[in-house]
């Protein structure tokens, strides 16, 4: 006797919900739009008062001494490659497995990111992948807390200090994450996050980097307004008109509204790391046990902050691949995406002569990824949506 299977959306059968749950998206509250209108109505729209608050609390949330705000993640990575002093001739280590942003910040300045492979547990860069890529001429390794998942952060210390090598933090999916107690962001010599709508919490656009070394924040602070020296004092002394450009820098600026909805959105942090936590735990409880599913490792150092819920697909159990099985979720009204295509895959980087095959697990790992919607917005309903429709399709594809 065989059992029958459900109707799947995509073969004309009725979906698990009408209308599409995106993978993530914004929580605004009206307390957040009051904030924006009160700067709004205020003296300062750019390089005002909401700009420095908003860093004393950030700097505090993850216990660090400095943060820049700059206009994105990206920015942030810049910033603090640039603080760096990462020049042509450099290289980098960046993991082969992240958004294109983190390998893309040594290139703006002329120097080579070296990536490395991840583990194939958390889908974190591997240590020992990331000692095998030095070479004389590394000056930093760029560590990413994929999905949230912090990486074993005494490991890479140890690392770069062994080699006198600057750690750089990529935490654009790590705020609110902690190891061994610790909160991202008091970990690296930079720490850079993300306020794109899809992270923890938002500004529209923006980033933030953090820093215990003040002379790495004034140089991120310089950067960020055209590499115009920020020193008021000296300013002074010459006369007020007179500033100089001390070397090349952006206008990476961040506007006070933009601050002032990011510090709304930071009160909530707390509650909202909880939620995800939440989340996270049930989709863990109601896929325990599905054989045709390999859910996240949490290793025990971490508190993660789940940007993302990435489950991979035992290809082996099933008569589909990845592409099937993400095209019939999206028929089902769930929103799942992929989270990454490996960095040197993509056409820049082939064209500078990186070559498939030399990241194993990160070009096999992604064939079998999958990203859950998860967001601090989603209801109850809606994870149990995302539930049912992964028991659907995986029953309708089940060998
Ligand atoms: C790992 C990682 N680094 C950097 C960034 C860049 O952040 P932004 O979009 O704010 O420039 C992202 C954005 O998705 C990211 O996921």
Request: contains cysteine; hydrophobic residues 45%.
């Given at each position: 006797?065989?059992?029958?299977?459900?109707v799947?959306?995509?073969?004309?059968?009725?979906p698990v919900?009408?209308?599409?749950?995106?993978?993530?998206?914004?929580?605004?509250?009206?307390?957040?739009?009051?904030?924006?209108?009160?700067?709004?109505?205020?003296?300062?729209l750019t390089?005002?008062?909401?700009?420095k608050?908003?860093?004393?609390?950030?700097?505090?949330?993850?216990?660090?001494?400095?943060?820049?705000?700059?206009?994105?993640?990206?920015?942030?990575?810049?910033?603090?490659?640039h603080?760096?002093?990462?020049?042509?001739?450099?290289?980098?280590?960046?993991?082969?497995?992240?958004?294109?942003?983190?390998?893309?910040?040594?290139?703006?300045?002329?120097?080579?990111?070296?990536?490395?492979?991840?583990?194939?547990?958390?889908?974190?860069?591997?240590?020992a992948?990331?000692?095998?890529?030095?070479?004389?001429?590394?000056?930093?390794?760029?560590?990413?807390?994929?999905?949230?998942?912090?990486?074993?952060?005494?490991?890479?210390?140890?690392?770069?200090a062994?080699?006198?090598?600057?750690?750089?933090?990529?935490?654009?999916?790590?705020?609110g994450?902690?190891?061994r107690?610790?909160?991202?962001?008091?970990?690296?010599?930079?720490?850079?996050f993300?306020?794109?709508p899809?992270?923890h919490?938002?500004?529209?656009?923006?980033?933030?980097?953090?820093?215990?070394?003040?002379?790495?924040?004034?140089?991120?602070?310089?950067?960020?307004?055209?590499?115009?020296?920020?020193?008021?004092?000296?300013?002074?002394?010459?006369?007020?008109?007179?500033?100089?450009?001390?070397?090349?820098?952006?206008?990476?600026?961040?506007?006070?509204?933009?601050?002032?909805?990011?510090?709304?959105?930071?009160?909530?942090?707390?509650?909202?790391?909880?939620?995800?936590?939440?989340?996270?735990?049930?989709?863990?409880?109601?896929?325990?046990?599905?054989?045709?599913?390999?859910?996240?490792?949490?290793?025990?150092?971490?508190?993660?902050?789940?940007?993302?819920?990435?489950?991979r697909?035992?290809?082996?159990r099933?008569?589909a691949?990845r592409?099937?099985?993400?095209a019939?979720?999206?028929?089902?009204?769930?929103?799942?995406?992929?989270?990454?295509?490996?960095?040197?895959?993509?056409?820049?980087?082939?064209?500078?002569?990186?070559?498939?095959?030399?990241?194993p697990?990160?070009?096999?790992?992604?064939?079998?990824?999958?990203?859950?919607?998860?967001?601090?917005?989603?209801?109850?309903?809606?994870?149990?949506?995302?539930?049912a429709?992964?028991?659907?399709v995986?029953?309708?594809?089940?060998?």
């Amino acid at each position: 006797m065989t059992r029958s299977r459900p109707v799947l959306a995509i073969d004309g059968g009725p979906p698990v919900r009408q209308r599409l749950l995106p993978y993530a998206r914004q929580l605004i509250g009206e307390d957040d739009i009051a904030a924006v209108v009160t700067t709004l109505r205020g003296d300062w729209l750019t390089t005002g008062p909401a700009v420095k608050a908003f860093e004393e609390r950030f700097a505090a949330a993850v216990g660090a001494r400095h943060a820049v705000a700059v206009s994105s993640g990206t920015a942030a990575l810049h910033g603090a490659a640039h603080a760096l002093g990462l020049r042509p001739g450099d290289e980098a280590v960046v993991p082969a497995l992240t958004f294109v942003a983190t390998a893309n910040a040594m290139c703006y300045l002329g120097a080579r990111p070296v990536f490395a492979d991840v583990q194939r547990d958390t889908l974190n860069v591997d240590p020992a992948a990331v000692e095998a890529a030095l070479t004389p001429r590394t000056r930093a390794v760029f560590t990413v807390d994929f999905t949230g998942m912090p990486v074993d952060y005494d490991a890479f210390r140890e690392l770069a200090a062994g080699q006198n090598l600057a750690l750089v933090s990529d935490a654009a999916h790590a705020l609110g994450a902690r190891y061994r107690g610790r909160p991202v962001g008091a970990l690296a010599t930079l720490t850079t996050f993300s306020l794109h709508p899809v992270k923890h919490i938002t500004a529209g656009e923006g980033g933030v980097v953090v820093t215990d070394d003040p002379e790495l924040a004034l140089r991120i602070r310089n950067f960020r307004n055209h590499g115009i020296t920020s020193d008021h004092h000296e300013r002074e002394a010459v006369g007020s008109w007179w500033y100089e450009m001390r070397e090349l820098g952006f206008n990476y600026r961040l506007t006070d509204f933009q601050c002032a909805l990011a510090q709304s959105q930071l009160g909530k942090l707390t509650d909202w790391t909880a939620r995800r936590r939440a989340i996270a735990a049930r989709y863990t409880e109601a896929f325990a046990g599905v054989p045709e599913l390999e859910l996240p490792t949490v290793p025990g150092w971490a508190e993660p902050a789940w940007h993302l819920y990435v489950v991979r697909l035992n290809l082996e159990r099933l008569r589909a691949g990845r592409r099937e099985v993400f095209a019939a979720l999206r028929a089902e009204g769930i929103g799942v995406n992929v989270h990454y295509i490996p960095v040197p895959w993509h056409p820049y980087y082939q064209a500078l002569g990186y070559r498939r095959g030399c990241w194993p697990v990160a070009e096999t790992e992604y064939e079998r990824m999958l990203s859950l919607p998860l967001w601090v917005g989603m209801t109850p309903a809606d994870v149990e949506d995302t539930i049912a429709a992964v028991t659907k399709v995986l029953a309708a594809y089940r060998r």
